[in-house]
């Protein structure tokens, strides 16, 4: 691994901003990634010893090694891992539209009764002592980012059932929505309080292969509004709103651009649009993060890789507004090495 990473880099979350905002021509590639699975995360640890002495049951120290890690890796931010959490174990047992037991078919809200007794999260409960540990000690020239978990609607109705509700049951689904939305909100004011915190990143797939999963009229009028509402804290605190939606959203892109004002958008797969297609369709309106095909990722060889991250960078990089990383997120079975090289290319480039 002595070939990897020669090029040291530095942490510098405001060189990042500007690329993001397409302010300047970037000095260096920077890097962004939503997250990385545990397993890849503790190998890369253990391969480099990574703070590898620390207790990592200790949330201060999870965070210690995540900062090492992160500045090991070239990232200028770290991940910080609060979020709502949205019970999935509530059994519905007056369910009236559920047609499967399956559960990403059918959610624990199913009707008025449902909704009434479902254990809405409180964010007033929630542990923030992570954001306050990193308001102290996370580097000058690093920010950390939160996700905000906004397409949890679909675990708490199902799929399937939402496209009966959206026609049968119209209000309950408006009153999910907007519930979702208020404890969203709340959570975002919470932690764009924090100024170490540089992103919020909201996260909910609303596609497939060819088009979204609702029509893009229902996906405008309900869904919409609730990255409105996060978008709109990040920008009045200063922060980056970004948005993970996998799937083909060519049919809202634009409202998610001009109503919604993402700074960026994250989840490319080339049998979709490739992100190079992507930055030529809206390069000059928003950032566009990732695009290394996952299948192409998982598969290819050092030779094959390093050419498509310099095709990509050739590309996406120009005026800004491109940040390396993955079609989706490092999973545990990313092969380490190929993780490495597409960042070891980036460090290269310029």
Same mark, same amino acid.
């Given at each position: 691994?002595?070939?990897?990473?020669? *090029?040291?880099?530095?942490?510098?979350?405001?060189?990042?901003?500007?690329?993001?905002?397409?302010?300047?021509? +970037?000095?260096?590639?920077?890097?962004?990634?939503?997250?990385?699975?545990?397993?890849?995360?503790?190998? %890369?640890?253990? *391969?480099?010893?990574?703070?590898?002495?620390?207790?990592?049951?200790?949330?201060?120290?999870?965070?210690?090694?995540?900062?090492?890690?992160?500045?090991?890796?070239?990232?200028?931010?770290?991940?910080?891992?609060?979020? +709502?959490?949205?019970?999935?174990?509530?059994?519905?047992?007056?369910?009236?539209?559920?047609?499967?037991?399956?559960?990403?078919? &059918?959610?624990?809200?199913?009707? !008025?009764?449902?909704?009434?007794?479902?254990? !809405?999260?409180?964010?007033?409960?929630?542990?923030?002592?992570?954001?306050? !540990?990193?308001?102290?000690?996370?580097?000058?020239?690093?920010?950390?980012?939160?996700?905000?978990?906004?397409?949890?609607?679909? $675990?708490?109705?199902?799929?399937?059932?939402?496209?009966?509700? $959206?026609?049968?049951?119209?209000?309950?689904?408006?009153?999910?929505?907007?519930?979702?939305?208020?404890?969203?909100?709340?959570?975002?004011?919470?932690?764009?309080?924090? &100024?170490?915190?540089?992103?919020? !990143?909201?996260?909910?797939? $609303?596609?497939?292969?060819?088009?979204?999963?609702?029509? +893009?009229?229902?996906?405008?009028?309900?869904?919409?509004?609730?990255?409105?509402?996060?978008?709109?804290?990040?920008?009045?605190?200063?922060?980056?709103?970004?948005?993970?939606?996998?799937?083909?959203?060519?049919?809202?892109?634009?409202?998610? %651009?001009?109503?919604?004002?993402?700074?960026?958008?994250?989840?490319?797969?080339?049998?979709?649009? +490739?992100?190079?297609?992507?930055?030529?369709?809206?390069?000059?309106?928003?950032?566009?993060?990732?695009?290394?095909?996952?299948?192409?990722?998982?598969?290819?060889?050092?030779?094959?890789?390093?050419?498509?991250?310099?095709?990509?960078?050739?590309?996406?990089?120009?005026?800004?507004?491109?940040?390396?990383?993955?079609?989706?997120? %490092?999973?545990?079975?990313?092969? $380490?090495?190929?993780?490495?090289?597409?960042?070891?290319?980036?460090?290269?480039?310029?």
């Amino acid at each position: 691994m002595s070939k990897f990473f020669n *090029r040291k880099i530095e942490p510098d979350f405001k060189g990042f901003k500007d690329c993001i905002l397409r302010k300047t021509q +970037p000095m260096r590639v920077f890097f962004a990634e939503m997250f990385l699975d545990s397993g890849i995360r503790d190998k %890369i640890i253990e *391969r480099f010893c990574i703070n590898c002495n620390l207790d990592r049951n200790d949330p201060v120290n999870y965070y210690r090694a995540e900062i090492a890690l992160q500045k090991f890796l070239g990232y200028d931010m770290v991940r910080c891992c609060i979020t +709502p959490v949205f019970p999935d174990n509530v059994s519905s047992k007056t369910a009236s539209f559920g047609i499967s037991e399956d559960a990403v078919a &059918s959610g624990p809200i199913q009707n !008025w009764k449902d909704f009434e007794l479902y254990p !809405w999260p409180e964010i007033s409960s929630l542990d923030f002592s992570p954001l306050d !540990w990193l308001e102290k000690e996370l580097p000058q020239n690093m920010k950390c980012y939160v996700t905000a978990p906004v397409g949890i609607y679909k $675990m708490l109705l199902g799929y399937e059932d939402m496209l009966y509700m $959206m026609y049968d049951s119209p209000d309950l689904m408006k009153a999910v929505l907007e519930k979702v939305n208020a404890i969203h909100a709340d959570f975002a004011r919470t932690v764009c309080g924090y &100024s170490c915190v540089g992103v919020l !990143w909201g996260s909910d797939d $609303m596609g497939f292969k060819s088009q979204t999963f609702f029509p +893009p009229d229902y996906i405008r009028e309900t869904i919409l509004p609730v990255h409105q509402t996060q978008a709109r804290i990040a920008h009045e605190s200063g922060k980056l709103y970004f948005l993970h939606a996998c799937g083909n959203l060519s049919e809202v892109m634009d409202d998610l %651009i001009d109503a919604v004002k993402i700074d960026a958008k994250h989840s490319f797969e080339d049998a979709i649009v +490739p992100v190079t297609e992507m930055k030529r369709r809206y390069g000059d309106k928003i950032a566009l993060l990732g695009g290394i095909d996952m299948d192409f990722l998982c598969r290819a060889n050092e030779t094959d890789l390093r050419k498509k991250v310099r095709n990509v960078l050739d590309i996406c990089l120009p005026n800004g507004g491109y940040c390396l990383g993955s079609g989706n997120s %490092i999973a545990d079975y990313v092969p $380490m090495n190929n993780f490495l090289i597409m960042l070891d290319e980036g460090r290269n480039y310029l």
